[in-house]
C-alpha cells in the first residue's frame, strides 16, 4: 500500500478490525519512511451482479435503488437499520442464485419477500406499484394472498 504523504510501499500494518457491518476490515497502517499513519478497508471483491429489465436492457444491480424503493413504500413505518439490512439480504439472496444476470422480476418479488416480513402496510405499497394494480379488486386479490401466507395474529 502506497503512503498518501510520501508514496513510498513500505508500511505496517498497527491494527486489524472488522468493520460494524461485517463486510470488510479495517486495517491502520503506518509508513515505515515518514511515519504518516492511514486507514484502509479491505472488502470481497464480487463478480458484478447484473439486471435484465422488462425492456431487455441490462443494468448493473444497485442496492441503493432497492433501498430507496422499500424507503418509499415503507415511509415512516419501517426503521432505516431494518430496511437496510432488508435490502442487503435481498443482495444475498439474489447472489446466492450463482448466476451474474437476474431479472427484475426476481428483484421484485425478493423485495416483496423481504416487505412481508417487515411490514404488510409496506408490502401492499411496493406491490401496488410494482404489480401495476389498476383498481380495487387487484388490492383484495393481494390483500388475500397476504393473509394466507401471514401467520395467525394472536388477539
Do not use: N, W
Not at 4 to 25: E, Q, T, W
Not at 46 to 57: A, F, N
Amino acid at each position: 500500500m502506497r503512503c498518501p504523504v510520501c508514496g513510498l510501499d513500505d508500511d505496517k500494518v498497527v491494527d486489524s478490525r472488522p468493520v460494524p457491518v461485517g463486510d470488510a476490515i479495517r486495517r491502520r497502517r503506518e509508513c515505515r519512511a515518514c511515519g504518516h499513519r492511514f486507514t484502509t478497508f479491505e472488502r470481497i471483491e464480487r463478480p458484478e451482479l447484473l439486471v435484465r429489465k422488462r425492456s431487455g436492457t441490462v443494468s448493473a444491480f444497485s442496492r441503493a435503488k432497492v433501498l430507496e424503493g422499500m424507503s418509499r413504500a415503507a415511509k415512516s413505518r419501517v426503521p432505516a437499520a431494518e430496511l437496510d439490512r432488508a435490502s442487503a439480504a435481498v443482495e444475498t439472496s439474489l447472489r446466492d442464485l450463482g448466476v451474474t444476470e437476474v431479472t427484475s422480476e426476481q428483484v421484485g418479488l425478493e423485495v416483496l419477500a423481504q416487505l412481508r416480513d417487515l411490514d404488510h402496510v409496506a408490502y401492499v405499497r411496493f406491490a401496488s406499484v410494482y404489480k401495476d394494480f389498476q383498481g380495487p379488486e387487484d388490492f383484495e386479490k393481494e390483500l388475500s394472498v397476504l393473509r394466507k401466507e401471514a401467520p395467525p395474529k394472536s388477539a
